[in-house]
């Protein structure tokens, strides 16, 4: 699961993903596992069960690691905005690679420089997937 939320109405919504993907029947495994938990006599409640769409953020250290070499849009809780591309993963933070164009050092012009930044989770304010198309 990667997110949960009750909001007004009991209406319940439940959000899962999984490192090899999420079917119809893993949601209606689950969607029927917690009907049987739940007491609708005492509390009437709307129960959904879905999985992650292609833009949902990215939330758990895994999800990041199933996705190492897609580009992803993030940005952090200072504000700073990045679109790079995913190169690796640690358990503190994660690492993002992007190109870019900056003038030459001498002389006019400009050249094309590698860069890099390591970026500690509980600095990420939004981290989502880059559609390509």
């Given at each position: 699961m990667i997110d949960f939320e009750l909001s007004l109405g009991n209406k319940?919504?439940?959000?899962?993903?999984?490192?090899?993907g999420v079917t119809v029947d893993d949601c209606v495994q689950l969607s029927r596992s917690l009907e049987n938990n739940l007491d609708r006599d005492s509390e009437d409640?709307?129960?959904e069960v879905s999985s992650a769409g292609a833009n949902t953020p990215l939330v758990h250290r895994r999800q990041y690691v199933k996705n190492i070499g897609r580009i992803l849009n993030?940005?952090?809780?200072?504000?700073?905005?990045?679109?790079?591309?995913?190169?690796?993963?640690?358990?503190?933070?994660?690492?993002?690679?992007?190109?870019?164009?900056?003038?030459?050092?001498?002389?006019?012009?400009?050249?094309?420089v590698q860069k890099s930044v390591k970026i500690n989770y509980n600095d990420i304010d939004s981290a989502r997937i880059k559609l390509v198309f």
């Open positions: 319940v919504n439940v959000t899962i993903d999984g490192d090899n409640f709307s129960l993030l940005v952090t809780c200072d504000n700073e905005k990045y679109e790079a591309v995913l190169k690796d993963v640690s358990d503190q933070n994660i690492l993002l690679e992007w190109k870019t164009r900056e003038p030459k050092p001498i002389g006019k012009g400009k050249v094309t």
